[in-house]
């Protein structure tokens, strides 16, 4: 928690990330968020649900996004953690659309 604390940054899992997503979509109209029916499906799925409980997005200063220097320090910083076994693996993702994954099509289940 101190290098976290250093870098201004708050782990938030990646469950109860879907699981505000569902409810804003819910509470706004689900017509509006084309993720809804995969997420929601996503968070009642047991299995699935453990998986996400366990795997966490930083904040940095109350950002999802922040400039890759940004991250790259936090990742050098968390790497002792991962190389001791305490965390098992540190990811960081591109926000740029044309090196990022398309979100799943409706209706798959690729969760």
């Known amino acids: 928690m101190d ?3 250093r870098h201004r940054a708050v782990p938030k899992s990646q469950f109860d990330a879907f699981s505000e997503y569902v409810a804003v ?3 706004r109209g689900i017509e509006g968020y084309p993720l809804y029916e995969w997420t929601k499906a996503t968070i009642q799925n ?3 649900k453990e998986k996400y ?3 966490f997005t930083l904040y940095v200063e109350d950002q999802e996004v922040y400039a890759k220097e940004i991250a ?3 990742e050098s910083d968390l790497q002792p953690l991962a190389t001791s076994g305490l965390i098992t693996r540190i990811s960081k993702y591109d926000t740029n659309p044309e090196n990022n994954p398309q979100p799943p099509q ?3 289940d690729q969760g």
Do not use: Q, V, Y
């Open 25 to 27: 979509a819910e509470e």
């Open 46 to 48: 047991p299995t699935k």
């Open 3 to 5: 290098i976290l604390a």
């Open 106 to 108: 409706r209706g798959t």
């Open 72 to 74: 790259d320090s936090l």
């Open 53 to 55: 409980l366990k795997s």
